[in-house]
């Protein structure tokens, strides 16, 4: 059974930084397309950034120079370093794991595995 455990969210004043972690289990971070999206109530999903299994990495135009993803095989645990974060990056940022990416794009699969999410809070 795959379980993905984000943490590292909270509250955090504009300019300031945050990093999520997602500790999985049951699937092995270097095997695939492993990425964060996040989600504004009364809006749709947003992915942020993925990384695939020859660590190439995406990211979405708002967070590019702020963000960087990344993993720790020995750990099986994946990483999102925000920096410079902004109101509107606030969300529920979620770690989802098994999907199809090639470049910027990504394509869900219906297995495709998702953590509960870690809530970030940008104040200005």
């Known amino acids: 059974q795959v379980q993905l455990v984000e943490s590292g969210g909270g509250s955090v004043q504009a300019g300031g930084s945050l990093r999520l972690s997602c500790a999985a289990s049951?699937?092995?971070?270097?095997?695939?397309?492993m990425g964060w999206f996040r989600q504004v109530p009364g809006k749709e999903r947003e992915g942020v950034a993925h990384i695939d299994s020859n660590g190439r990495t995406s990211y979405a135009d708002s967070v590019k120079g702020r963000f960087t993803i990344s993993r720790d095989n020995a750990k099986n645990t994946m990483y999102l370093q925000m920096n410079s974060l902004k109101p509107e990056d606030t969300a529920m940022y979620y770690c989802?794991?098994?999907?199809?990416?090639?470049?910027?794009?990504?394509?869900?699969?219906?297995?495709?595995?998702w953590g509960q999410g870690t809530q970030v809070t940008v104040s200005s």
């Open positions: 989802v794991a098994d999907f199809w990416c090639e470049g910027g794009a990504v394509v869900l699969r219906p297995n495709t595995h």
């Open positions: 049951g699937y092995s971070v270097s095997r695939g397309c």
